[in-house]
């Protein structure tokens, strides 16, 4: 089992940044790669970026790309999401999740593919 626990969450002004962090612990040797995933108010939760963790390949949605970046630390089970030029419409609940051969077949984009969930931390953009 692998446990993962968000943080970093909080209210920013639209054009500023935000990092969230992930930590990792239990057996996080068996994780493929990790995500990050969003899920607005009324709305359906969504892709934001990805990162196979033992080369650290990373895959971004379009609607983040050039603002956020994801990478790890893999000495302290790790990762982040650093959250520049941030817009009212990236207001979510932000969800950190691991994947191991699921995600493989499935695909790093698809939520389905990820066995281990967060708690979640919330975002808020203001205009």
């Known amino acids: 089992q692998v446990q993962l626990v968000e943080s970093g969450g909080g209210l920013v002004q639209a054009g500023g940044s935000l990092r969230l962090s992930c930590a990792a612990s239990g057996r996080t040797f068996s994780s493929y790669a990790m995500g990050w995933f969003r899920q607005a108010p009324g709305k359906e939760r969504e892709f934001v970026a990805a990162?196979?963790?033992?080369?650290?390949?990373?895959y971004y949605a379009d609607s983040v790309k050039g603002r956020f970046t994801i990478s790890r630390d893999n000495g302290k089970n790790t990762v982040f999401l650093q959250m520049n030029s941030l817009k009212p419409e990236d207001t979510a609940v932000y969800y950190c999740?691991?994947?191991?051969?699921?995600?493989?077949?499935?695909?790093?984009?698809?939520?389905?593919?990820?066995?281990?969930w967060g708690q979640g931390t919330l975002v808020t953009v203001s205009s």
């Open positions: 990162i196979k963790w033992s080369v650290g390949r990373t």
């Open positions: 999740a691991a994947g191991s051969t699921r995600v493989v077949v499935i695909g790093l984009s698809v939520d389905t593919g990820y066995e281990h």
